[in-house]
């Protein structure tokens, strides 16, 4: 099979079921046909990577020359980036091919992919149910065979709640460990980049590619990346696993933690230890990163004026009737709603009691973790209270939708690596089991999944 046949075969299966799913915004046919004819070339001249013609999608908040990228809001629904982001642009040196730009919540704000401009994303386990969010055109466009693996981004879970959700893996690395360059931003103390894929072998091959220093984003860090695969099927002999006790009390359903308590068995008999471990201030990661975010949203989203690029209101009759009119226009309900909730909490006289405090939460929080790795090597719990919900069922309650992200604000407070990595089902939807590491140990997380599958 040549890479334009297996990528002729992804396109006609993108283009005859995904109008169930929505799981893409837009589909490159003939960018993606071109990268996979220059991939035939390299292996006929023997010039492969692991990735070479392995087809892609990437979640449309990375900015990709050339190609429509609009973070699935209105406001950017005709912006075509002059340039091309670092995570993109390295998988794309390494031979891939891009099939196309997937859907998500807007400016990657939410946890149902219902928040998307261009419609919700289904669940490709049930239609009637999300995929999860922010991320879900990626983790539904994987789990219906639509690409190989995925990229996508986890601010508080955007990554591992939707590949829990639809049964795929998907890995949040160490924040600094992917550069930021090219990503458009949400908050950028907790964005960071990372695959979706099937499998936590195939999420190595990919973010080897990616990770590492960038001289374009000055928060990417400079320690070296291990090799990703060199260590993946290492014994788990001795492996110390701690399993935090506030991850298994009320608001757990009883059927998610039944798979979890099974997984850990599982390792158990690969010759791990299992121990209680304390992660006392969880409950305020939701208080917490529900201020920190929106402050960094709102400064962050002051770009999207209608200026120089994106959406612009018809007749401005002065310039901040543009700015007003068109950002009402442009933003849906939920980032205006986040925009004002960070602008208040940044305002003088409320940046004290709001933010300050937030960030010696989150300090609070950061320190559980780093006395936590002092004992266990890895941490393990749920990634969601629940499997995916039903589609509308908490689009109502913005409480109910908040407390989705419990499991997984904590990890990008603290700015640690963490994973999803299918462990089971619930009533025939998929549970993932939550993996968290010590900074920059993406390596043992990758090892650790890879001998559980
Ligand atoms: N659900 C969280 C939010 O709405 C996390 C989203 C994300 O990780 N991008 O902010």
Redesign the pocket.
């Known amino acids: 099979l040549s890479s334009v046949e297996l990528t002729q075969d992804y396109l006609k299966r993108i283009n005859e079921i995904d109008p169930q799913f929505n799981s893409f915004i837009t589909v490159t046919d003939e960018l993606a046909l071109a990268q996979a004819q220059a991939a035939d070339n390299a292996i006929a001249n023997g010039e492969t990577s692991p990735l070479t013609g392995i087809p892609v999608a990437h979640k449309d908040l990375f900015c990709t020359e050339g190609v429509l990228t609009t973070c699935a809001s209105k406001i950017l629904h005709n912006f075509v980036p002059p340039y091309e982001s670092t995570v993109t642009a390295r998988i794309k040196a390494a031979g891939a091919v891009a099939l196309g730009k997937t859907n998500m919540?807007e400016f990657?704000?939410?946890?149902s992919n219902e928040n998307s401009y261009f419609g919700a994303v289904k669940n490709p386990w049930n239609i009637n149910t999300v995929p999860g969010?922010?991320s879900g055109g990626s983790a539904a466009a994987v789990a219906a065979g639509l690409c190989v693996a995925a990229t996508g981004?986890?601010?508080?879970?955007?990554i591992r709640?939707p590949a829990s959700f639809c049964g795929i893996t998907g890995l949040k690395p160490t924040y600094g460990r992917v550069s930021r360059f090219g990503m458009i931003a949400?908050a950028s103390s907790l964005d960071q980049a990372g695959p979706m894929a099937r499998s936590a072998e195939d999420c190595a091959y990919l973010l080897q590619s990616f990770a590492g220093f960038d001289t374009n984003d000055s928060t990417s860090s400079e320690t070296a990346t291990e090799g990703y695969l060199a260590s993946i099927d290492s014994p788990l002999a001795g492996l110390k696993i701690g399993l935090p006790k506030e991850y298994f009390g009320d608001g757990l359903d009883s059927d998610v933690a039944q798979v979890i308590m099974d997984a850990v068995k599982e390792f158990e008999k690969l010759g791990a230890t299992v121990q209680e471990i304390s992660l006392p201030n969880l409950n305020l990661s939701i208080p917490s990163y529900y201020v920190i975010?929106p402050s960094e949203a709102s400064s962050n989203l002051s770009r999207f004026d209608g200026v120089r690029y994106g959406h612009r209101c018809e007749d401005p009759k002065d310039l901040l009737d543009m700015y007003m009119r068109t950002r009402s226009e442009g933003f849906g309900k939920e980032v205006q709603k986040r925009i004002m909730v960070g602008t208040y909490a940044l305002s003088e006289g409320y940046y004290d009691a709001y933010y300050v405090k937030a960030q010696r939460i989150r300090r609070l929080i950061k320190e559980d973790f780093v006395k936590a790795y002092q004992e266990v090597d890895v941490i393990m719990g749920p990634v969601a209270p629940t499997t995916a919900f039903g589609l509308g069922e908490k689009t109502t309650d913005p409480v109910a939708m908040y407390l989705?992200?419990i499991y997984t604000l904590s990890v990008?407070l603290a700015g640690i690596p963490a994973m999803s990595v299918p462990a089971g089902f619930s009533n025939g939807m998929p549970v993932g089991l939550q993996i968290m590491g010590n900074y920059f140990d993406e390596a043992k997380l990758l090892n650790v999944a890879h001998k559980f599958q």
């Open positions: 919540d990657a704000m939410g946890s969010g922010s981004t986890d601010t508080g879970g955007s709640q949400y975010a989705e992200d990008n």
